[in-house]
């Protein structure tokens, strides 16, 4: 889309004159006094226009993601808990509800599979050929091993591109399997911003492209965190695309595309009054979807607190059929493309995030990240201090409220 400087002059007309009419209707505050900035110190709004994204829009495109089946991107059951058979009953009820890929979770409510008989008892009655199979990130090359049965599957091994002698293992792999998931979403969590997510992400593409060359492109995928600030999630979303564009295309390769696996983000659910968190993760699921990922794990309402119940799989489900199947919102290829906020924010997050980026790769890149480790954890330090308020926490708590039902831990 090309601007004409006659319509940036309109546009900077209008944005003057709305400039004074809310500047009147403020009754003696500015327009600094209602103007947001994230972590990241990038201004939100209150208002965007065609005149703050410059001259040119692109779309962006996704890649080609297997058995979707018509769908626009996949929705992916956790799977997790110590019980293999409990965990094979609720597989089978989550797919039969709607999802379409499964998440086998490990890490502190792993599910801890050791041996190929216990994988085929979770995977029994699934028909592992048609549904895409998602491990944690930094899962371990055993899982090759563990995983042989299943050669004609589509496998997301999730193996760290630092994972040692991940260089001769790659090429082996079966053709449908993915190797490598670069795991920014646990800067995230960690309580990193969306600038350090995404060049956490970037130094790690650039380190995967520097060691195992064009070859890695097929197994590249990456896992971000969304929460409860959708639009902002959208924006970087995007803004990953277009980062991953810019340093394939320095390599050499135009027109590559990204595999994102989405999940909701830890560090936003609350224990107390648990129930709150379905607003968070609906939230969650909105950004994820309108920012194009293409495979969406919306946590249980209940993680914080325990195990789910099958009501808690059937609402986290439930949360993507209603956004897929009544609201629709995967028909739109890139949505947010034309939306001045979005747009705006999108490079601007990408901007930032390229310049954080230079600085890991002068620090030593994904092999050396002491100062970015600190640099994360003053971010979230900085968040505690602010001590925003917290719907259901310290906005409007209600003692009375019974805790919703868990499996234990």
Same mark, same amino acid.
């Given at each position: 889309?090309?601007?004409?400087?006659?319509?940036i002059? $309109?546009v900077?007309?209008?944005?003057?004159? /709305?400039d004074?009419?809310?500047?009147?209707?403020?009754?003696?505050?500015?327009?600094?006094?209602?103007?947001?900035?994230t972590?990241d110190?990038?201004?939100?709004?209150?208002?965007?226009?065609?005149?703050?994204i410059?001259?040119?829009?692109?779309?962006?495109?996704?890649?080609?993601?297997?058995?979707?089946?018509?769908? &626009?991107?996949?929705i992916?059951a956790?799977?997790?808990? !110590?019980?293999?058979?409990?965990?094979?009953?609720?597989?089978?009820i989550?797919?039969?509800? *709607?999802?379409?890929?499964?998440?086998?979770?490990?890490?502190?409510? %792993?599910?801890?599979?050791?041996?190929?008989?216990?994988?085929?008892?979770?995977?029994n009655?699934?028909?592992? =050929?048609y549904?895409p199979?998602?491990? @944690?990130?930094?899962?371990?090359?055993?899982?090759?091993?563990?995983?042989?049965?299943?050669q004609?599957?589509?496998?997301?091994?999730?193996?760290?591109?630092?994972?040692?002698?991940?260089?001769?293992?790659?090429?082996n792999?079966?053709?449908?399997?993915? *190797?490598?998931?670069?795991?920014?979403?646990?800067?995230? +969590?960690?309580?990193? @911003? =969306?600038?350090?997510?995404?060049?956490h992400?970037?130094?790690?593409?650039?380190? #995967?492209?520097?060691?195992?060359?064009?070859?890695?492109?097929?197994?590249l995928?990456?896992?971000? #965190?969304t +929460?409860?600030?959708?639009?902002?999630?959208?924006?970087?979303?995007?803004?990953?695309?277009a980062?991953?564009? +810019?340093?394939?295309?320095?390599?050499?390769?135009?027109?590559?595309s990204?595999?994102?696996?989405?999940?909701? $983000?830890?560090?936003?659910?609350?224990?107390?009054?648990?129930?709150?968190?379905?607003?968070?993760?609906?939230?969650?699921?909105?950004?994820?979807?309108?920012?194009?990922?293409?495979?969406?794990?919306?946590?249980p309402? %209940?993680?914080?607190? *325990?195990?789910?119940?099958?009501?808690?799989?059937?609402?986290?489900?439930n949360?993507?059929?209603?956004?897929?199947?009544?609201?629709?919102?995967?028909?739109?290829?890139? !949505?947010?493309?034309?939306s001045?906020?979005?747009?705006?924010? @999108?490079?601007?997050?990408?901007?930032?995030? /390229?310049?954080e980026?230079?600085?890991?790769?002068?620090?030593?890149g994904?092999?050396?990240?002491?100062?970015?480790?600190?640099?994360v954890?003053?971010? &979230?330090?900085?968040?505690?201090?602010?001590?925003?308020?917290?719907?259901?926490?310290?906005?409007?708590?209600?003692?009375?409220?019974?805790?919703? =039902?868990?499996?234990?831990?």
């Open positions: 889309m090309d601007i004409t400087s006659k319509e002059n $309109s900077q007309k209008l944005k003057s004159e /709305w004074t009419l809310v500047v009147k209707g403020l009754n003696g505050s500015t327009i600094e006094d209602i103007t947001r900035k972590d110190n990038i201004i939100r709004g209150p208002l965007s226009t065609s005149d703050d410059g001259s040119k829009t692109k779309i962006l495109q996704r890649g080609t993601i297997p058995h979707l089946e018509g769908r &626009s991107w996949h992916t956790v799977i997790y808990g !110590p019980d293999v058979n409990y965990a094979n009953e609720q597989a089978l989550d797919l039969e509800g *709607g999802a379409s890929a499964l998440r086998l979770q490990s890490g502190e409510k %792993t599910l801890n599979i050791k041996s190929n008989n216990e994988l085929s008892r979770l995977l009655g699934i028909h592992t =050929e549904v199979i998602v491990l @944690t990130p930094n899962s371990s090359l055993d899982n090759i091993d563990l995983f042989k049965k299943f004609k599957s589509s496998v997301y091994l999730g193996l760290d591109p630092l994972t040692h002698n991940l260089e001769s293992a790659l090429p792999l079966p053709e449908n399997w993915r *190797g490598v998931t670069i795991n920014s979403a646990k800067i995230h +969590n960690d309580g990193g @911003t =969306e600038v350090q997510e995404l060049a992400f970037a130094s790690s593409v650039a380190y #995967c492209f520097r060691t195992f060359g064009k070859g890695i492109l097929k197994h995928n990456v896992e971000l #965190c +929460n409860q600030d959708a639009h902002l999630n959208i924006a970087k979303l995007r803004a990953a695309r980062i991953y564009s +810019n340093i394939t295309r320095e390599f050499g390769i135009k027109d590559a990204l595999t994102i696996h989405s999940t909701s $983000s830890e560090r936003m659910m609350q224990k107390i009054d648990a129930w709150t968190n379905m607003l968070r993760l609906m939230s969650a699921g909105f950004g994820a979807v309108v920012g194009g990922a293409d495979f969406i794990t919306t946590l309402y %209940t993680d914080p607190i *325990g195990l789910p119940t099958k009501m808690g799989h059937r609402v986290s489900r949360m993507q059929i209603m956004m897929m199947e009544e609201s629709h919102l995967g028909l739109v290829n890139d !949505p947010a493309h034309g001045f906020f979005h747009e705006r924010m @999108t490079h601007a997050l990408t901007d930032k995030a /390229w310049s980026f230079q600085n890991i790769e002068s620090e030593g994904i092999e050396n990240l002491s100062r970015f480790h600190l640099r954890k003053k971010s &979230s330090e900085k968040r505690l201090l602010q001590n925003e308020p917290i719907l259901g926490v310290t906005l409007h708590a209600d003692e009375t409220i019974p805790t919703p =039902e868990i499996r234990g831990f």
